[in-house]
């Protein structure tokens, strides 16, 4: 087999001026939009209302955290031209144990992460039409036609039409919460604090009192839940190396899947400068398109933070249980009554499209951990695979808005969710960094591999994100 060639870049990645290469941001901003849906909008305010400017160091160092986890990620598939996943059929131990625990793990959270998601906007529709009270079967029965108009609008839905749509609907977002952010005057020295000096906070007393749920558990906890959820896990992630592949950067013009590991080793890669520069040109998409939609991630994270300690907490409103939009309405309503309506349609608008998406994403994630045990000329429809997605984790995503009903664990979307953000969005995470640091230095070779820093940043991402998993699921569910 010759040596592998990466083909020329376009102009725009090649130049000095970066910016030109801002049209490359795409596939990320997927990513970005599906983890506003629940992860900004509600945990983030919900940070902010409980804890106020003291854990935005704990949403700095989480996304920080699965930043360097995707970039690494992308930076091996794009050098490779395999995916991560493939990879990891040459590890020690049973074959695929890695890639079938991940997928595992990402089958398990689909059908919890559509119900929380769900029931958040469906508790909107029982609150504005029950006059400002939010009802547990409306808010289910909602929950469930939401779905179902998902599952039909997803059916036919393509990849372009997606895209495009979720940039908007991020920008939109984006530029109205920026601005209610900033008119509600936020305190720079404690937002500033908050960000660089990682402290554990407790509870007050007010919260004790009004929201004794919350205090069963300690403060580290509820952070190591905001780690997991914001700026998604698995579900979203496995699936974002298949929007880099529809996009046909680098190796993918000439071929859409490589396997390439094998027990004797990788294929070598023309040492020459021409090809270390093409590559080194074409990783410049990558950072344009992880750092663009991590960055909008952070700001909608921290907005949604500050406001929620401005205004939230200083009224002693937590987002909890079913009420977990309802509180953020304030947000704009203390600049004028009359943006009532703004809040409503936007927030709608948000994270429904945030459900639309969904099912696009997790066909992608699990298309992609099954391409493994795929033969070239065998490969898996991804259009039947989809269609078998939506029914699958629609039904079972249902069943546990229903079930919600009689079980605790599971009766409201914070309890939902942390099933996902424990295991898809650290654990599994976590996972996953250790995974590509093993396959970058077995593969690559010199001058294409990960540098030192990038390389040490990975390890660390992966180790903290695997131990706040784990004692996390741990100490919630067993401790």
Avoid at 204 to 217: F, R, V
Avoid at 281 to 299: E, N, P, Q, T
Wanted: with cysteine; proline share 6%.
């Amino acid at each position: 087999m010759s040596p592998i060639r990466y083909p020329a870049p376009p102009l725009q990645l090649t130049g000095r001026r970066w910016w030109k290469s801002i049209g490359f941001l795409g596939p990320g901003i997927i990513i970005a939009s599906v983890s506003i849906g629940t992860g900004e909008t509600i945990f983030a305010s919900r940070g902010g209302a409980i804890f106020g400017y003291a854990i935005l160091w704990c949403f700095t160092i989480g996304l920080l955290l699965k930043a360097i986890q995707i970039y690494a990620s992308s930076r091996y598939m794009m050098v490779s031209g395999e995916h991560p996943m493939q990879s990891w059929m040459m590890l020690p131990g049973p074959p695929g144990w890695l890639p079938i625990s991940l997928l595992i793990i990402t089958a398990v959270c689909l059908p919890f992460l559509l119900a929380a998601l769900s029931i958040s906007v469906g508790s909107i529709f029982s609150w504005m039409l029950g006059s400002g009270v939010v009802s547990e079967v409306p808010s289910r029965a909602w929950a469930t036609a939401l779905i179902v108009v998902a599952a039909l609008f997803s059916w036919k839905q393509t990849y372009r039409r997606l895209e495009t749509t979720q940039i908007i609907i991020v920008a939109l977002l984006l530029v109205s919460v920026l601005i209610a952010a900033v008119a509600c005057q936020p305190d720079l020295a404690a937002l500033i604090r908050g960000m660089f000096v990682p402290t554990v906070p407790s509870y007050e007393d007010w919260i004790g009192i009004s929201y004794p749920n919350i205090t069963q558990h300690a403060p580290w906890i509820e952070l190591v839940t905001y780690i997991g959820i914001i700026g998604g896990g698995l579900p979203a992630y496995i699936g974002y190396f298949g929007f880099l592949r529809d996009k046909k950067w680098g190796l993918f013009q000439e071929q859409a899947v490589y396997q390439l590991s094998t027990k004797s080793g990788f294929p070598a890669i023309e040492q020459s400068p021409r090809n270390q520069a093409n590559i080194r040109h074409w990783l410049r998409a990558i950072k344009i398109d992880v750092g663009g939609s991590f960055l909008a991630v952070f700001i909608f994270s921290s907005a949604f933070m500050v406001l929620g300690a401005v205004i939230l907490h200083q009224s002693h409103l937590i987002p909890d249980k079913l009420e977990l939009l309802t509180h953020q309405e304030k947000f704009l309503t203390a600049l004028s009554p009359y943006l009532t309506i703004l809040y409503r349609i936007g927030i709608i608008a948000a994270i429904g499209g945030t459900l639309f998406a969904t099912f696009d994403v997790w066909t992608k994630s699990v298309y992609e951990g099954l391409l493994p045990w795929q033969s070239t000329g065998n490969t898996i429809s991804a259009a039947k695979l989809k269609k078998w997605i939506i029914l699958i984790t629609s039904v079972i995503g249902i069943g546990v808005i229903w079930f919600g009903l009689v079980w605790k664990p599971i009766s409201n979307p914070i309890t939902v969710v942390s099933i996902p953000a424990l295991l898809g969005g650290t654990t599994g995470c976590g996972a996953w960094c250790l995974g590509v640091a093993w396959a970058d230095r077995r593969n690559l070779p010199q001058g294409f591999r990960m540098k030192g820093a990038l390389f040490i940043a990975l390890v660390i991402s992966g180790v903290s994100l695997l131990a706040a998993g784990i004692l996390g699921f741990y100490f919630k569910f067993f401790g």
